[in-house]
């Protein structure tokens, strides 16, 4: 392959090539989309630099001639514990959009969380990657009997889990999608949850409004419905995490939507410890919001997340080469995550802890 300057390509070896070789590759509109946070994206860009401001402790003398990344989570084993985040409209990136997705995760390992707004059908990503493990991301929707036949048919297609996104009542507020007037509903086919149908054209679309009085109360009606774990995406507070134990569900996503909904709140990482504290060990907790190395894993992780879910980064991959971009990042992340786990002497992920991480004075 050529590059740009005529001479040999530059091999991508880390997750900011991706980001900027899929800056090159997409239209503005879509580039904004992906990369915007909410108002000032000031949480957005606090996700990467609160990594920042984490040192590590490195052991030595600790025979690291194995190292074994895998973990599990809700038992299910993982080959690292890098999964994938819930993001939308993966065909805006790629033509082939989820179901690359899904075959990357599978071939990785590791666990892709689908979202409500994928723009391919649940039974064609299902179809392309059968043996991947899966969870279903719901956007709770006002129309409760669309809720569970949405449930239904994802716990019959063999997802593992439900995770249910907290901190999206309302959209945030975007400037750039405002400024570039984007408009998702009429620039894709989206398809039609009720159905497993594929696309429908917008104007035919059926899409019922996401609801806003989704509360507490609620998770029972869930839990009622289905036998699959629930998994609360969202939280940031010690309150929350409390009261996501009180109405026993089985995880949570510490995370701020990678900046894209309510700005100035904490970096999820500088949220993590507090929601870890208060869940004492009870359900698993994971962590989504600026992860691009591997030894973010490891911080996530000494900070006592089970695993960590990318985001942005596997937009970028899908963007830059579909299947095998996503399954290149993921990659990367996982051979950097063996190099921060060798090179601080964890030879198993049971091995991290929170010793081997410390905060840098400003
Ligand atoms: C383009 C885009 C679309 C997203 N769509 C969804 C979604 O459909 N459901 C959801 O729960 N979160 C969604 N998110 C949030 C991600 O699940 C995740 O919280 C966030 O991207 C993690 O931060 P990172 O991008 O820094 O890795 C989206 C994020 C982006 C960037």
Not at 160 to 176: H, S
Not at 279 to 307: H, M, P, Q, S, T
Not at 325 to 339: A, D, H, M, P, S
């Amino acid at each position: 392959m050529e590059g740009e300057s005529g001479g040999p390509e530059m091999p991508l070896v880390c997750l900011t090539d991706f980001q900027a070789l899929a800056r090159e590759l997409l239209s503005k509109s879509t580039r904004d989309f992906i990369e915007g946070g909410a108002d000032e994206s000031f949480t957005r860009d606090d996700n990467i630099a609160a990594f920042k401001k984490i040192r590590l402790r490195p052991r030595y003398l600790r025979d690291v001639s194995k190292v074994d990344p895998r973990t599990t989570i809700q038992g299910e084993e993982i080959s690292a514990p890098v999964c994938i985040a819930p993001t939308g409209f993966h065909c805006l990136v790629w033509p082939d959009g989820e179901m690359s997705t899904a075959r990357a995760a599978q071939a990785a390992g590791i666990c892709y969380i689908t979202s409500t707004f994928a723009s391919c059908s649940l039974e064609d990503i299902v179809a392309s990657a059968p043996k991947g493990l899966r969870w279903f991301q719901l956007y709770v929707q006002t129309d409760w009997q669309l809720n569970k036949q949405l449930i239904q048919r994802v716990e019959s297609l063999g997802f593992k889990a439900l995770v249910l996104t907290l901190d999206a009542p309302i959209p945030g507020n975007r400037r750039d999608d405002s400024r570039n007037q984007l408009d998702l509903k009429r620039n894709l086919m989206l398809k039609d949850l009720r159905s497993p149908e594929k696309g429908n054209p917008a104007s035919d679309l059926r899409t019922s409004p996401l609801s806003a009085s989704f509360c507490w109360n609620d998770l029972a009606w869930f839990r009622s419905i289905t036998q699959l774990p629930i998994i609360l995406k969202g939280i940031l507070t010690k309150e929350d995490a409390e009261l996501a134990v009180k109405h026993s569900v089985h995880g949570i996503i510490v995370s701020n939507h990678g900046g894209r909904q309510l700005d100035d709140v904490p970096a999820s990482i500088d949220a993590l410890t507090e929601v870890v504290a208060a869940v004492d060990g009870k359900i698993e907790v994971y962590l989504d919001g600026g992860v691009r190395n591997g030894n973010d894993v490891l911080k996530a992780l000494a900070l006592g997340a089970k695993c960590v879910f990318l985001g942005r980064p596997i937009l970028w991959g899908l963007a830059c080469k579909g299947e095998h971009g996503v399954e290149e990042v993921l990659n990367i992340l996982k051979n950097e995550f063996y190099t921060a786990m060798a090179l601080t002497g964890c030879r198993s992920v049971a091995e991290i802890n929170q010793n081997l991480v410390q905060f840098s004075r400003l």
